[in-house]
DNA sequence: AAGCCCACTGTCCTGATGGACATAACGCAC
DNA sequence: GTGCGTTATGTCCATCAGGACAGTGGGCTT
């Protein structure tokens, strides 16, 4: 069984060759032609016609599992509608993939936790597992220091947040020094990735 | 970690007991009492309110699949809708349980493969189906424009993209610029929001 | 009272970041 | 050939970010 990724040209993404070593990159085309029964296809979903290709894909005998760089329940659905068993963000951690790999692999359907509720059922509450884990990593944290980290995983500059929090910048980057060394990360760029993938955001705008 | 069986009186059915040595059988009311966070808790649906005993378990934290005699789309939808995330056959193979503990104790979904279609089908229908939404932000940048922004939205310092793509760092600069004047953002910043979960709203509406 | 944690502020300093000027090569279309 | 877009690089400079030293004051526990 192959992990075969398809994309266009090269997307470059490191993260897929540290989550399995073997793994395949490929343009559609390829993707066509050696793909096979059995085999894992992550299919990016900015590609011209994904879900026709993983739709044949499926056909072929293989397991698909669709990346996207903007994950959206509307997108889930075709996804799932296309016949893949995961949708999942294409910039995930390599232990994400890796799981990613084993459901699917076990004929169980993979979908991020905060599309999940959309994903099933209108009424669907499955914020499980990665919700308390968001909340761990929030916990740690004091009132300030957790004020701080929710604005600068916004996007916000220092000096904005001072200004919303009605503090000297110098406070916030007290604050936000004390963000980093909890939770062992160097900077501000560290703190939107791990607050943005498992994230708390129950908000998916999916129009 | 355990694995739970809830069921009526004694269902007797000793392929629990074959796929999981240590598995525990016991009632509804016991099950509200023993079954807590990490637990993975297997609920019949033969049971009067198994779907509000399913909901239930859910708030104490609890993985939970339902199991049934008689498995029907309808009822599928029923079970992942009180918050199960697993819908099997009662009497399936031994092999089967232990895929189904393997798939949703890893963040998956299980519903039988021949319910599949129906499950996920109904959903997206339901939905309004097909909608082409997020025309690729990345579309509209060149190749290297496009290889830097990735690269930055995983958190890499210019530096580092630089070294990556064997370019200078002024270079990286230039195609970075050119990168938040097509977006329309500031910083990089903007960009991992952007690519990582699009207008997210970490709580806090900002008094 | 002594110790600790929290919120807050200060200065100094290094390195990263991004914009505003440029220049120059290459390929492609008109 | 003349333009245009892409890639690549340069210098200069203002700002931002984050660490390394500080310090004060309040509240809580022992």
């Not at 016609?49 to 669709?66: D, F, H, K, M, N």
């Amino acid at each position: 069984m192959a992990n075969v990724f398809v994309c266009s040209g090269r997307d470059e993404v490191p993260r897929w060759q540290e989550a399995f070593a073997g793994a395949v990159q490929v343009g559609p085309d390829q993707a066509r032609a050696r793909v096979g029964a059995g085999d894992l296809a992550w299919v990016m979903s900015n590609l011209p016609g994904w879900s026709e290709l993983v739709a044949g894909l499926r056909r072929q005998g293989a397991t698909l599992v669709v990346m996207s760089y903007l994950p959206s329940s509307r997108e889930a659905f075709q996804a799932l509608d296309a016949g893949a068993r995961g949708y999942v963000h294409a910039l995930s951690p390599p232990e994400l993939f890796r799981q990613v790999e084993l459901v699917t692999t076990h004929q169980g359907i993979w979908v991020p936790p905060e599309l999940l509720a959309r994903v099933v059922g209108g009424t669907f509450q499955a914020l499980g597992g990665e919700v308390r884990l968001q909340d761990d990593v929030l916990a740690e944290l004091t009132e300030r220091e957790r004020a701080v980290a929710l604005a600068v995983a916004r996007g916000e500059s220092n000096k904005e947040v001072a200004r919303r929090l009605d503090i000297t910048e110098r406070t916030v980057k007290a604050h936000l020094g004390a963000v980093f060394r909890k939770l062992g990360i160097r900077d501000r760029m560290q703190l939107v990735l791990r607050l943005s993938h498992q994230s708390i955001s129950l908000a998916d705008p999916g129009q």
